[in-house]
């Protein structure tokens, strides 16, 4: 079956530095999607990459799509202690509806 | 978030016995899916529904079944709780793009 899979599975970055995080999927995927998850909490949605190369940004956060659509980054400038939880990639393989969530990579913050 | 709630929020119950989760949403959304999390393996989809009485399996469905007999409410059952079910278990509808996910129930079998 579809796996997606991230690294690194930790991220300890001090504040202020840039970090980033990868995904990749076993299977050419429809689109992929990006949700953050505070501790205690529950996933949240962040944002959906669909073309091949696509690149979209939200404030210090950048997101990419690759060009084969099988793997997609998050990228986090001047990371800030607001950033701290978890940073899931979640994948739709063509004409799905369903999701293949990665592992996460979960980000603390060093003050 | 979206008119999603899920009940109840956390539970303790014994091998064996019979559980009900349910996930009751507000807003006419089509698609509703049930995940379980667990430290190291993210979220993997259990069942989930496209519409009243249309389901479907999901990666983890073993020893689990789901119902929807309104387009508001998605139940989740685990027919005899076994300790390796002990999770957090997350409904979610799909929103436009996305996924909203509802708070989660701590289930604890023991």
């Known amino acids: 079956g579809q796996q997606v899979m991230q690294i690194p599975q930790y991220q300890h970055v001090q504040e202020g530095e840039d970090f980033t995080t990868y995904c990749n999927s076993s299977?050419?995927?429809?689109?992929i999607q990006w949700y953050k998850q505070r501790p205690g909490g529950h996933p949240v949605f962040l944002i959906q990459?669909?073309?091949?190369?696509e690149v979209k940004k939200q404030k210090r956060l950048t997101f990419q799509f690759g060009e084969a659509k099988k793997n997609s980054s998050l990228h986090i400038t001047a990371t800030q202690t607001t950033d701290v939880g978890t940073y899931f990639c979640?994948?739709?393989?063509?004409?799905?509806?369903?999701?293949?969530f990665g592992g996460g990579t979960r980000v603390l913050v060093k003050p | 978030d979206a008119g999603i709630t899920q009940s109840p929020r956390h539970k303790v119950t014994e091998t064996g016995t019979p559980v009900t989760l349910r996930c009751h949403q507000t807003?006419?959304?089509?698609?509703m899916y049930w995940y379980r999390q667990d430290p190291g393996h993210g979220l993997r989809l259990i069942h989930y529904?496209?519409?009243?009485?249309?389901?479907d399996k999901g990666e983890v469905s073993d020893g689990y079944s789901v119902s929807r007999s309104k387009t508001e409410d998605f139940l989740l059952t685990l027919e005899s709780a076994t300790s390796s079910q002990t999770s957090v278990y997350f409904c979610?509808?799909?929103?436009?793009?996305?996924?909203?996910f509802g708070s989660g129930t701590r289930l604890t079998v023991v």
């Open positions: 979640a994948g739709n393989k063509a004409a799905g509806n369903k999701l293949t």
């Open positions: 990459l669909v073309k091949s190369g």
């Open positions: 299977t050419t995927l429809s689109n």
């Open positions: 979610a509808i799909r929103v436009g793009d996305g996924y909203t």
């Open positions: 529904s496209y519409g009243v009485k249309d389901t």
């Open positions: 807003e006419n959304h089509r698609y």
